[in-house]
Each structure stands twice: as C-alpha cells, then as structure tokens.
T-cell receptor, first 115, second 112 residues
Framework: EADIYQTPRYLVIGTGKKITLECSQT?????MYWYQQDPGMELHLIHY???????EKGDLSSESTVSRIRTEHFPLTLESARPSHTSQYLC??????????????FGNGTRLTVT | GQQLNQSPQSMFIQEGEDVSMNCTSS?????WLWYKQEPGEGPVLLIA?????ELTSNGRLTAQFGITRKDSFLNISASIPSDVGIYFC????????????FGKGTKLSVKP
C-alpha cells in the first residue's frame, strides 16, 4: 500500500524541455528526499527537505531544483532536460527524527528518458 | 565522502539455499538498514539495526550490526524465487545531515 506517490511512472521527453516530477506523501512526514538511481546501481541523494520552506542539496550535484510549499508535496524540476539526466528518480520521506529511527519510505520512482 | 562496500555484487543461487551478503565501511555508523528493491519499484525496508552487536530477524531474514559499528550482514535462509531483487545496505552516522549512505547493492537471482 503506497503512502508515497510519484507521477509520472515513466517519462520520455526531448532535449531542452522543462519537466516536473511530482511526489506526494500522506503520512505527515516532515522530511522528504529525492534520490537518483541508474538501473541496478546505488542510490544517490540529490535533494532533501526538513519541512515546509526547507530545501537542501544532497551528496550528488544535480541541475534539478526542488520546492516544499506544502508538507505533503515535494516536486522536482528540470528547467532544460538533457540526455545526461536520463535516470530513475526516487522520492522518499521519513519523520524528522531522522532516517534511522524513522526509516525512509520510498515511492515507486519515475523513470526519465531524455532523447 | 563516506562509502559503503557491499558484497557480493551479484549472486546466482538455487532455490532452498541460504544467502549471505555484507557491507563494510571505514566510517562508524549509528544505524544500519537493509532494503530490497524489485524491478520497477522503490526500495522497501527489510530490517533496521540501531545498536552495535544487535541481531534482528524478520522471517527468513537475519541481519546483524557489527560490534565495530563499521559493518553489517544480511542472511536469507531457504531462499525462494520471490527473494529475487537487489538488496541494499544503508548506514546513517547521525551527523549534521543524518542522511543515509547506500551501498551499491547485491543482485540476487534464484533458480527454481
């Protein structure tokens, strides 16, 4: 039962287009994350948020941006998509006590292909 | 930055066999987590470990938090075809960000 929803599941788009990946959670979690994952590879943190109006850069540099206007919503935007952005993007959330005591819950991801 | 070394990278086993995988790090972690990811899905938490030396089971899965706090292992007993997937370890060090560091994953294939 998914309490964290990502749309779209799959997106194929041309170079230069602006895209927004949606992520919503219904668990009332304060902390939300975006990870980038190439197929079969490890997850890299690109953005996270402690709560409304909080956004932080993750360990992996990314040209994407995020916003957190509502607790339940954490969209990711690419202003001008490039083939190098082709990857799977996973959204996750946890209580603000940290991902250890409140483990991350992941969405099913958006698989992005930029042609 | 911090890295987790997860091994093996992949495993091909027969149904009914036991499986063991592990993660090591040069850094100390306060928490170890084990996730499983199936194709087209997000990772799902299997086991969380919060204390050095802790041994925790979840059905056929058993995981341990190493005494040195720099390693953890996951065992799966009597594997079945639905165990197929990629298993990731993740560590948290409780630093200023407290974010998780993920291993590269162990891809498990089970032959019926």
């Amino acid at each position: 039962e998914a309490d964290i929803y990502q749309t779209p599941r799959y997106l194929v788009i041309g170079t230069g287009k602006k895209i927004t990946l949606e992520c919503s959670q219904t668990m009332g979690h304060d902390k939300m994350y975006w990870y980038q994952q190439d197929p079969g590879m490890e997850l890299h943190l690109i953005h996270y948020s402690y709560g409304v109006n909080s956004t932080e850069k993750g360990d992996l540099s990314s040209e994407s941006t995020v916003s957190r206007i509502r607790t339940e919503h954490f969209p990711l935007t690419l202003e001008s998509a490039r083939p190098s952005h082709t990857s799977q993007y996973l959204c996750a959330s946890s209580q603000n006590s940290g991902p250890g005591r409140s483990p991350l819950h992941f969405g099913n991801g958006t698989r992005l292909t930029v042609t | 930055g911090q890295q987790l070394n997860q091994s093996p990278q992949s495993m091909f086993i027969q149904e009914g066999e036991d499986v063991s995988m592990n993660c090591t790090s040069s850094s100390i972690f306060n928490t170890w987590l084990w996730y499983k990811q199936e194709p087209g899905e997000g990772p799902v938490l299997l086991i969380a470990l919060y204390k050095a030396g802790e041994l925790t089971s979840n059905g056929r899965l058993t995981a341990q938090f190493g005494i040195t706090r720099k390693d953890s292992f996951l065992n799966i007993s009597a594997s079945i075809p639905s165990d197929v997937g990629i298993y990731f370890c993740a560590g948290q060090n409780g630093g200023s960000q407290g974010n998780l560091i993920f291993g590269k994953g162990t891809k498990l294939s089970v032959k019926p």
